[in-house]
């Protein structure tokens, strides 16, 4: 199935400049929303635009700088436009973007892409899977964009391999809901999405 505005991008992407990404976590998790991120591969080019994200701000208990900062969640604590990868229930990589000043622990979880670039890559990646199934849900993003604890830390607006740029595409209505799969402040509106695209992850009944 192929999704609208899929395939190879033919110009070049500009990479979003640091001073264009909001401080504040739920105003980023909503700009994110029809942004584009890169990895730039031994392989390839892998891209994906941003579909559905979903905010951790601060003092979020089901966040995971809630506890204040570890070696483990360090990253998470970087000023604004850094990754921030986790192992999720040992077997999935999850890709954050930080927010807020450095120091200040709080970040938006990637939780969907719609495929640009690197499309066969990413079918190689998540075992011959669909193209509308190649990085709809936070787990098969990171697999299918080649993402793991590698990219932790890395700055997303300097010159480097992962790296978030502006869409060509004029983003859609933006719809908010409740974020998915957590024990704690369930009922918080902190998950943005496209509304009507079909890389958008979750059951139906999420998407009203």
């Given at each position: 199935m192929k999704g609208p505005g899929e395939g190879v991008s033919a110009a070049p992407l500009r990479r979003i400049r640091r001073t264009e990404l909001p401080v504040d976590t739920v105003e980023l998790a909503r700009y994110l929303v029809g942004k584009v991120v890169v990895h730039d591969t031994e392989g390839g080019r892998l891209s994906g635009r941003i579909v559905e994200t979903e905010a951790y701000p601060v003092g979020d208990s089901a966040g995971h700088a809630f506890r204040g900062e570890t070696r483990r969640n360090s990253s998470l604590f970087l000023r604004q436009g850094h990754a921030y990868v986790h192992l999720a229930y040992g077997s999935s990589f999850l890709l954050n973007v930080t927010s807020e000043a450095a120091g200040i622990g709080a970040g938006v979880l990637l939780r969907a892409l719609e495929p640009i670039d690197g499309i066969d890559r990413m079918q190689q990646l998540r075992g011959g899977a669909s193209r509308l199934e190649l990085a709809r849900g936070p787990g098969r993003l990171t697999q299918a964009m080649q993402i793991d604890f590698r990219q932790d830390g890395l700055d997303l607006c300097a010159a480097g391999p992962l790296w978030l740029a502006a869409s060509r595409r004029k983003t859609g209505a933006i719809a908010r809901g409740v974020r998915i799969g957590?024990?704690?402040?369930?009922?918080?509106?902190?998950?943005?999405?496209?509304?009507?695209?079909?890389?958008?992850?979750?059951?139906k009944w999420l998407l009203k």
């Open positions: 957590l024990t704690r402040n369930v009922d918080l509106r902190l998950r943005f999405y496209e509304r009507g695209n079909p890389y958008v992850s979750g059951p």
